[in-house]
């Protein structure tokens, strides 16, 4: 703690803020996984402006299961060959769904990729509750090179322009170092129309409190 705030550099009080905030829940779409979610969306929001607005974290997107994010993990787990054997890494990680899916399935090695570092602790405590490992790092991997041979997984990092743009580049980046990636998303404000394959839809429930509708119709692609 820094002047009564939260320091999410702090591993044990970063996790204490998880476990008292969250409750163990598994999504409705991926339901053989289980992570630490809030069950409702304003008071986390809320509290993580008091605790930790001081210090220009990012709003709590590690709360929630999104449906870009459950959309590509469903799939990852129905096509357990994709990452079997291979190095995973998970874009914004977030909860970590993702990269659990793939540790489900049998790669060979996941990275979790947040630049919130409560983000990445919510990573290491969901990973421990499924019993997988996984490793975490708060690097922005798309401002470095990306990685070769590997899958990379891109769930529901289309909702600002910047982003959208650099991540756009990091995956035409990524393809040319033979990476395949799987990308979940429920076509976001800037998705790229029209620029990967369509794999599988699903129709994913979430809740109104932070989407339009009660289920989100939800795409998986591969670049």
Request: charged share 25%.
């Amino acid at each position: 703690m820094t002047d009564g705030k939260l320091d999410p550099s702090d591993l044990r009080a970063a996790e204490r803020f998880i476990l008292e905030n969250t409750k163990p829940i598994a999504p409705p779409l991926v339901p053989e996984i289980t992570l630490r979610l809030a069950e409702e969306s304003l008071p986390i929001w809320q509290k993580t402006e008091d605790e930790l607005g001081e210090l220009n974290v990012p709003p709590p997107y590690w709360a929630f299961a999104w449906a870009g994010g459950q959309a590509v993990s469903r799939y990852l787990l129905d096509h357990a060959e994709i990452c079997r054997g291979k190095p995973a890494f998970d874009l914004g990680a977030g909860s970590g769904i993702s990269a659990i899916a793939a540790a489900k399935t049998g790669a060979a090695h996941v990275v979790a990729a947040d630049i919130d570092r409560l983000a990445l602790a919510a990573c290491a405590l969901n990973a421990a509750a499924n019993a997988v490992t996984l490793e975490t790092t708060a690097r922005d991997m798309l401002s470095g090179p990306p990685p070769k041979e590997a899958v990379v997984i891109v769930g529901d990092l289309f909702y600002e322009r910047e982003l959208a743009d650099r991540v756009l580049r990091f995956i035409e980046g990524a393809k040319r170092e033979g990476c395949s990636v799987y990308i979940g998303d429920p076509r976001r404000s800037y998705f790229p129309e029209g620029k990967f394959t369509l794999l599988a839809e699903y129709q994913v429930p979430v809740t109104r409190e932070l989407e339009d509708f009660e289920i989100k119709r939800t795409t998986v692609w591969l670049a």
